[in-house]
């Protein structure tokens, strides 16, 4: 363990951990979201089939797509706490309906759901850094 002045070595190591398991994380989200977003802009098997079998006409894909694609960029870039904060909002209601959506029709929907918690641990672990400030 590091020897740290202030005698703060524990609250040291469990923020570098913090900040670890934040990345790779965050990079996880990152990698998936990114390639799920291209692939839906590309109207791309499965994942077209996925929406189709909701009942979502294509053109859906291509907006969520881009929208998914942006969010992965908010999040990943350094500074911009707002935008990060929206692209948290946005991910979080997409996560929600589609986890709504296959559960309607009575689709498995585990995935979405593991997906929707890493998200939410990554929110939650994010830097301060990348945090909204206390008004």
Known sequence: MEKRIDGNADLHVESRAKRITYWIITSLIGVFLLNVGINDILK????????????????????????????????????FPLLKEWAY??????????????????????????????????????????RLRAA
Not at 49 to 65: M, N, T
């Open 89 to 130: 909002a946005g991910f979080f209601f997409l996560l929600t309906g589609a986890i709504i959506s296959h559960a309607v029709i009575g689709d498995n929907f585990i995935f979405q759901v593991i997906v929707l918690k890493l998200i939410l641990i990554s929110w939650y672990l994010r830097p301060a850094s990348r």
């Open 44 to 79: 791309l098997a499965p994942y077209i089939g996925f929406l189709r079998k909701l009942g979502y006409p294509d053109y859906v894909a291509v907006i969520v797509g881009i929208w998914k694609i942006l969010g992965v960029i908010a999040i990943l870039i350094p500074k």
